[in-house]
Nanobody, 123 residues
């Protein structure tokens, strides 16, 4: 089992920055890929970014590439999502998720999910 707890959401301004954190706990954590997804009101959940826990390989959705950075701190079992140059369309609930599959970008590949943290970007 893997438990995930997100934090760091809130209100941001267009052009500004926010950083999300995802604290993970559970067994055999090192084999997991950690990902970030988001879901805006009335829309489907979409992939944002993923990082491989052991190798640090990263992958981004085109919509956030160059603006968001995913990173991890193995000692703290924490994954971060640094969000810069925020846009109003980044407004969504952001979810951290864990998968046993490498480079997974679809929600169905992630069996473990956090409760989500809300991000609102004003124009």
């Amino acid at each position: 089992q893997v438990q995930l707890v997100e934090s760091g959401g809130g209100l941001g301004q267009a052009g500004g920055s926010l950083r999300l954190s995802c604290a993970a706990s559970g067994r055999a954590f090192s084999i997991y890929t950690l990902g970030w997804f988001r879901q805006a009101p009335g829309k489907e959940r979409e992939f944002v970014s993923t990082i491989s826990w052991s190798e640090g390989y990263t992958y981004y959705a085109d919509s956030v590439k160059g603006r968001f950075t995913i990173s991890r701190d193995n000692a703290k079992n924490t994954v971060y999502l640094q969000m810069n140059s925020l846009k109003p369309e980044d407004t969504a609930d952001y979810y951290c998720a864990a998968s046993r599959l490498a480079r997974a970008t679809i929600a169905g590949a992630y069996p473990y999910w956090g409760q989500g943290t809300q991000v609102t970007v004003s124009s």
